[in-house]
């Protein structure tokens, strides 16, 4: 079982990891928890659908060079890691100027 074969499970732990703290102190600073649920309904599904096509995209050499085992997991995990870092900043960031955060 490769990593590549998994990666959509792997984007969606990772955007549950990024949305929900931020919807969270969204609900919490503003009190609007609606607008926090609203917003997660909206945001959760083009996260995943973002970060799981810009990971295939990323991921494609490694896996047409046949990367298998344990380094399948540790290449993707990393490269996920580190998509939906810059994610979960470029989202932190719009919400501060809409502020909304």
């Not at 919490?28 to 607008?35: E, I, K």
């Not at 995990?77 to 998509?83: E, G, Y």
């Amino acid at each position: 079982m490769d990593a590549f074969d998994r990666l959509s499970i792997i984007c969606g732990f990772f955007t549950c990891l990024v949305i929900v703290p931020i919807i969270g102190l969204m609900g919490y600073t503003h009190g609007d928890w609606l607008m926090a649920v609203v917003f997660l309904i909206i945001c959760a599904p083009l996260f995943w659908i973002g970060g799981f096509s810009a990971a295939q995209f990323i991921t494609k050499p490694f896996v047409e060079k046949g990367l298998k085992g344990i380094f399948s997991w540790i290449v993707t995990v990393v490269l996920v890691a580190v998509l939906y870092i810059i994610l979960g900043l470029g989202l932190v960031f719009l919400l501060r100027n809409l502020q909304m955060l």
